[in-house]
């Protein structure tokens, strides 16, 4: 079946670090990817998505490649701040009819002033 | 609602007795979730509901789990005689429809479980 690997965490970073949050899926066909991330206090959100091959999808900052040669997607920020610190999820979903969200382990980022 | 409501956010109950945990999905969307996230572990799908239609079960770890929705609205997800390896975060998400390429999940935020 359908399955995300991501890196364990805590991943613990300076403000203004490069971030990468590797993540790689084992899925059937053609899935989409997303990317969703859970501050403290809150449900998770989404954060950004890719439905193809080669696409990127970005917000806030953060960006992550649909790699299909290597099954990836993996989570990337050129600077982090202290406000996102959270834990981060990758998940896939299949196509056609329902196909449910299949998540990750989730990794915690912590970054420090 | 402006969001996915979930109640209670925090359960404390005895090894052995029922609970039944809410969730009050975006008004309008008629597809619902109910995720399990525990420690350590990623977030397991338990079931799903989708207009009128059968409910997908398929996650659903015992015969103890069950979920009802009532009115396409709100849903009920009940564990009877609780264990401690129930104890988890349940997450209720809903969507417009069927999760996809073009369609978000909203989560709530919880309910966290505590069995004693």
């Known amino acids: 079946g359908n399955s995300v690997t991501q890196m364990e965490g805590p991943v613990t970073l300076s403000e203004e670090a490069f971030l990468t949050i590797n993540c790689t899926y084992t899925a059937t066909g053609y899935p989409s990817l997303f990317w969703y991330v859970q501050y403290p206090g809150e449900g998770l959100q989404l954060l950004l998505k890719a439905t193809k091959a080669d696409d990127k999808g970005s917000n806030k900052g953060f960006e992550a490649t649909y790699r299909k040669e290597t099954t990836s997607f993996h989570l990337e920020k050129g600077s982090v701040q202290v406000s996102d610190s959270a834990v981060y999820f990758c998940?896939?979903?299949?196509?056609?009819?329902?196909?449910?969200?299949?998540f990750g382990t989730g990794t915690r980022l912590l970054v420090s002033p | 609602g402006a969001g996915v409501s979930q109640s209670p956010s925090n359960k404390v109950t005895e090894k052995g007795k029922d609970v039944e945990l809410r969730c009050d999905p975006i008004s309008g969307h008629t597809a619902l979730y109910w995720y399990r996230q525990s420690l350590g572990q990623g977030l397991e799908f338990l079931i799903y509901f989708q207009g009128n239609s059968a409910p997908d079960k398929s996650g659903l770890p015992s015969d103890r789990f069950s979920a009802e929705r009532t009115g396409g609205s709100v849903s009920t997800l009940t564990i009877q005689r609780t264990q401690q390896e129930d104890s988890a975060v349940y997450l209720c998400?809903?969507?417009?429809?069927?999760?996809?390429?073009?369609?978000?999940?909203?989560f709530g935020q919880g309910t966290r479980l505590t069995v004693v």
């Open positions: 998940a896939l979903s299949g196509r056609g009819g329902f196909q449910k969200l299949v």
């Open positions: 998400a809903s969507s417009l429809a069927a999760v996809s390429m073009n369609t978000e999940a909203f």
